[in-house]
Each structure stands twice: as C-alpha cells, then as structure tokens.
C-alpha cells in the first residue's frame, strides 16, 4: 500500500503506513528487524522514485531501535571489546544474535548503504543525512566522531552553489542533523562552516546561516548551553557586519542576486544570542 501511492497523493496514507511499519518494528527480534530495513534498502533499487518516501521509513524503523537500554550506552564500547562489552549494552537483542553481530551489521552493512546512496546523490537530500547520523548514533562513540565530518562537508559545501534552491535545502539538512545530534555539536558544526565559507559571497552565506540554524533552536532560553562555542559565533557576527567581504571583482555581481546578501542577519543573531 505504500508504495502503490502516488506521488503527491495519498500523504495521510503514506504517513499511516509509515507510522505502522515503525511502530511493528519496535517489537521485532533483531532478525525481523534487520530484514526489514535490508527490504527497504532493497525496494530503492526497484523503485528509485520512491526513494524519498522509503528514506522516511527507513529513519522511522531506526528511531524505533530497541536493542540496547540506553543509545547513550554505545559510546562505552571500546575498540577491542565489542562482543564482551556489546553483550553488556544490549540486553534486549534475541538471545540467538549477539551484540556483536548487531554492531557488524550497523556498521558494515547497513551504513555503507547509506553512505553509498549519499554517494550517489548529487543533491542535499537531507533524509540521507538524517538516515547516516540514526545508524551512527547507534554506534560505538569513534564511530561516529570518524564519520560525522564528512558528513557536515558535504552539506556545508552545498551551501557555496548559486542555485538559492540548493543553499536553503543545505540550511535546513543542517538544522537537522543539529537537531538529532543535539546543542553541543553545534561548535562543530560552526567550525565547519567557517572552514568551508571563507571568501567573498560566501561570508554572507555564512552569516545568514548561522542565523537560520540558531532562530531553529534559540525560541526559548537555554541558560548559558552556548557558552562554550560563544566567541565563534560572535566572531561570525562581527565579521558579517564588519568585515570586507569583496575580495573579488565579480563578488557583487553574482551577491547582488543572492537572497543572503538583501538583508543582513547579523544583528538578528545577536537579539538571538542575547536571549538566550
């Protein structure tokens, strides 16, 4: 039924199914469960227009991964242990499949797939992204602090293209894998982005991004959780407003037309700083 849908017909439908499949993996043994996603990943090489459609569940039957006590638990995991110590984390994997096998499984099968697809993908596409940084969590914290870079480039560097479209799905890729990641990676991803905007139009960009992400999570007082990556935000604002960002000569031709350079988000960043 979901995917006999039409495109652009059907959501509620859509939603439906995608809200049933997630919620019956949530009591699926491990077996179940992992066939279930491999089924996934193998309905997008039959059907790649539905490829959007089955990222969402894929992301749904991921945020209904139920074998371990607590995701938080991965990060214990040391690099030479993972069968001792994964038969510790999860205790609620069928009794016939070990931690280990779960882990290998995240790790070698399911997110290459994903990396594959974002691979492949010549567009933000920020459901790839959500689905990578699901599997990652899932694992042991290296994992994770190994792959997340490649991932925040990626999107950071879409946000240099011309195309308005293209810089805006970048933006909001962004907010959310903050959003999964959490308020204490978002100095990461600052420094990112200052690696990757450096130059000219790009500045502007910078400035006005940084004003995107923060208005997403900055709506109510936080109480001093940006502390620690403060002065580079500051250092952001102060160099959008201060800074000299024509370094070249066709700088203002191409930001005459860019959205990010019409109105400067800078000091609506720092209204945003303050109240928070």
């Given at each position: 039924?979901?995917?006999?849908?039409?495109?652009?017909?059907?959501?509620?439908?859509?939603?439906?199914?995608?809200?049933?499949?997630?919620?019956?993996?949530?009591?699926?043994?491990?077996?179940?469960?992992?066939?279930?996603?491999?089924?996934?990943?193998?309905?997008?090489?039959?059907?790649?227009?539905?490829?959007?459609?089955?990222?969402?569940?894929?992301?749904?039957?991921?945020?209904?991964?139920?074998?371990?006590?607590?995701?938080?638990?991965?990060?214990?995991?040391?690099?030479?242990?993972?069968?001792?110590?994964?038969?510790?984390?999860?205790?609620?994997?069928?009794?016939?499949?070990?931690?280990?096998?779960?882990?290998?499984?995240?790790?070698?099968?399911?997110?290459?797939?994903?990396?594959?697809?974002?691979?492949?993908?010549?567009?933000?596409?920020?459901?790839?992204?959500?689905?990578a940084l699901r599997?990652?969590?899932?694992?042991?914290?290296?994992?994770?602090?190994?792959?997340?870079?490649?991932?925040?480039?990626?999107?950071?560097?879409?946000?240099?293209?011309?195309?308005?479209?293209?810089?805006?799905e970048a933006r909001?890729?962004?907010?959310a894998c903050l959003?999964?990641?959490?308020?204490?990676?978002?100095?990461?991803?600052?420094?990112?982005?200052?690696?990757?905007?450096?130059?000219?139009?790009?500045?502007?960009?910078?400035?006005?991004?940084?004003?995107?992400?923060?208005?997403?999570?900055?709506?109510?007082?936080?109480?001093?959780?940006?502390?620690?990556?403060?002065?580079?935000?500051?250092?952001?604002?102060?160099?959008?407003?201060?800074?000299?960002?024509?370094?070249?000569?066709?700088?203002?031709?191409?930001?005459?037309?860019?959205?990010?350079?019409?109105?400067?988000?800078?000091?609506?960043?720092?209204?945003?700083?303050?109240?928070?």
């Amino acid at each position: 039924m979901l995917l006999e849908e039409h495109e652009g017909k059907g959501e509620h439908v859509k939603n439906v199914c995608i809200e049933a499949l997630a919620s019956i993996s949530s009591h699926m043994e491990w077996n179940s469960y992992y066939s279930l996603l491999m089924r996934c990943f193998n309905e997008m090489i039959k059907n790649p227009n539905k490829q959007k459609l089955l990222l969402r569940l894929i992301c749904s039957i991921l945020d209904q991964f139920h074998f371990s006590d607590a995701k938080d638990s991965l990060d214990n995991v040391s690099n030479k242990g993972t069968t001792d110590s994964g038969m510790s984390i999860l205790r609620r994997c069928s009794s016939s499949v070990s931690a280990n096998e779960i882990q290998t499984c995240l790790q070698k099968v399911v997110l290459p797939k994903i990396h594959k697809l974002l691979s492949d993908s010549e567009k933000v596409n920020a459901n790839i992204n959500l689905a990578a940084l699901r599997v990652l969590r899932l694992l042991p914290g290296d994992v994770m602090d190994s792959q997340l870079p490649s991932i925040v480039h990626r999107i950071s560097n879409f946000l240099k293209n011309r195309l308005e479209s293209i810089r805006e799905e970048a933006r909001s890729a962004l907010a959310a894998c903050l959003k999964e990641l959490g308020l204490e990676y978002l100095h990461f991803i600052v420094k990112v982005l200052r690696s990757t905007l450096k130059r000219g139009y790009e500045l502007h960009v910078l400035g006005y991004t940084l004003n995107f992400i923060l208005s997403k999570f900055l709506v109510t007082p936080i109480s001093g959780k940006l502390d620690y990556c403060l002065e580079d935000l500051l250092y952001i604002v102060q160099n959008d407003i201060l800074g000299d960002v024509a370094e070249e000569k066709d700088v203002e031709k191409i930001a005459s037309k860019m959205k990010e350079t019409k109105k400067q988000k800078s000091f609506e960043t720092l209204r945003l700083l303050l109240k928070a």
